[in-house]
């Protein structure tokens, strides 16, 4: 394709986006990206730094792909590289820090393993800004062992939490520190992984794919929940896992859930990420999180009373990311209104934010009616024994949905849905799990129901 229609689908892309995201976050990393080729594959966006690269695969890319895919009206993978300038000695820098190299009378690319640049890695997560109770005592000392003697012990390490209790916080504190001793390592999410995956066999480079992942040093590979399912990505991640090992290089797992319930895994799998060490991370009691607030309040360079921060620290209590969401919270409305954190004030955001919560709880009563109205069948015939293809298709949406929203395991769902055994569930959640990807309508259909869910 011309470089202009290039060009004018990108501005589009980024009209579209500057609508939907804060302007912060727009002006911060996207302003300076450009749409540089495409083709009926893929399209190419350049970043200014290694840094930028990886924060808009890690965060972005989703709602990138569904705007690219909104203009151009065809599925197409978004792929993103360092602009050129910003190349390493002797040849170009990947998003993933490696360098790519021509050697004289070679017909390939060979990969060259090398260190991920600490910028890589989000500066705020390290291992001194890790606030270590009792809660996270045993996951934390293994991520700072593996660090100290990467493929040493503890390989691999599998840390298991629910939802921001500090899982990627210790694996880009690993990164920072392997990446600093000059070892080749790659942080990873499986959404990433999967799209590798799949953008390798559409453009015909498995074997680039190959090194790419399998020349590292230390591999992080976040969220393997989300890889459920997808049965030739789990062979590509075992032969991965399999090759890092053999070799004694690390691989640093996280979930959000222990190995035996990833039900939809390979079971091949789970028995591999049982070899090393299991660390679960559990909620932080009180004394943590009121460190952890007081840590926040420093970092962002305030004072808040110690009052306050034991309110906090009593209301707030599921997860870390709850607690310093508020505290942001309340020091914006504090600058706003020109006022100081009180108690008072405290206790009204805090009321409000609660409020909010309970506003968008979902429960499965609620994912079976959004996915009957988004079909258009009746909440009744997904609890029957009906077989028609529609029907069908919408509990199998439904199954996923339960599983990957909820965390309820396939015999919770299986009872829910009408008895059926777990078995049943574990296939049809997977075959969702495995062609959303790849189908453009059914990705659609998913997101139009999750709106509906959390509307």
Excluded: C
Excluded at 25 to 51: I, M, R
Excluded at 169 to 192: C, K, M, P
Excluded at 277 to 300: F, G, H, W, Y
Excluded at 330 to 338: D, G, I, R
């Amino acid at each position: 394709m011309n470089e202009q229609s290039t060009r004018e689908i990108w501005k589009a892309v980024l009209g579209e986006l500057q609508l939907q995201l804060p302007r912060p976050t727009f002006e911060t990393w996207l302003k300076h990206t450009d749409g540089v080729s495409y083709d009926e594959h893929q399209f190419v966006v350049e970043a200014p730094t290694p840094f930028a690269v990886a924060w808009l695969e890690r965060r972005m890319y989703n709602a990138i792909q569904k705007t690219v895919e909104k203009v151009t009206d065809r599925p197409l993978d978004v792929v993103f590289r360092v602009r050129p300038g910003h190349e390493a000695e002797n040849g170009s820098v990947t998003s993933s820090g490696q360098t790519l190299e021509l050697e004289s009378g070679q017909d390939e690319i060979q990969v060259k393993p090398q260190a991920q640049p600490p910028a890589a890695f989000n500066p705020k997560y390290t291992f001194d800004s890790f606030v270590v109770g009792p809660s996270n005592q045993l996951a934390y000392s293994a991520a700072r062992a593996v660090a100290d003697a990467p493929g040493k012990s503890y390989n691999p390490l599998f840390i298991y939490s629910g939802v921001g209790l500090g899982k990627t916080h210790l694996l880009h504190a690993i990164g920072h520190a392997a990446a600093s001793r000059g070892l080749a390592v790659r942080y990873v999410t499986s959404e990433q992984f999967t799209n590798d995956f799949i953008t390798s066999i559409g453009n015909r480079t498995t074997e680039a794919f190959r090194q790419r992942y399998r020349s590292v040093e230390v591999l992080l590979l976040d969220d393997v929940q989300f890889m459920s399912g997808k049965e030739q990505t789990h062979e590509s991640f075992f032969h991965t896992f399999n090759d890092l090992h053999n070799s004694g290089h690390q691989v640093v797992i996280t979930s959000d859930r222990p190995p035996k319930a990833l039900a939809l895994l390979q079971d091949r799998l789970r028995s591999r990420f049982e070899w090393g060490l299991l660390a679960d991370i559990q909620p932080p009691d009180l004394e943590t999180r009121m460190a952890i607030l007081v840590s926040k309040a420093k970092n962002l360079g305030i004072r808040v009373g110690e009052s306050v921060i034991e309110l906090i620290a009593k209301r707030v209590h599921k997860n870390v990311r709850e607690l310093e969401g508020s505290l942001n919270r309340m020091v914006a409305q504090a600058e706003l209104m020109s006022e100081p954190i009180t108690v008072q004030s405290a206790s009204r955001i805090l009321e409000e934010l609660t409020a909010d919560t309970e506003r968008h709880a979902i429960d499965p009563e609620r994912i079976l009616e959004a996915v009957s109205n988004h079909f258009r069948v009746g909440t009744d015939s997904l609890l029957a024994r009906g077989r028609t293809q529609k029907i069908a298709h919408a509990r199998q949406v439904a199954m996923y949905l339960l599983i990957n929203e909820l965390e309820m395991t396939p015999t919770q769902v299986g009872r829910l849905l009408g008895g059926r055994d777990h078995a049943t569930v574990i296939h049809g959640a997977g075959k969702i799990n495995g062609e959303i990807n790849e189908d453009t309508h059914l990705r659609r259909d998913v997101l139009s129901i999750k709106e509906a869910i959390f509307a």
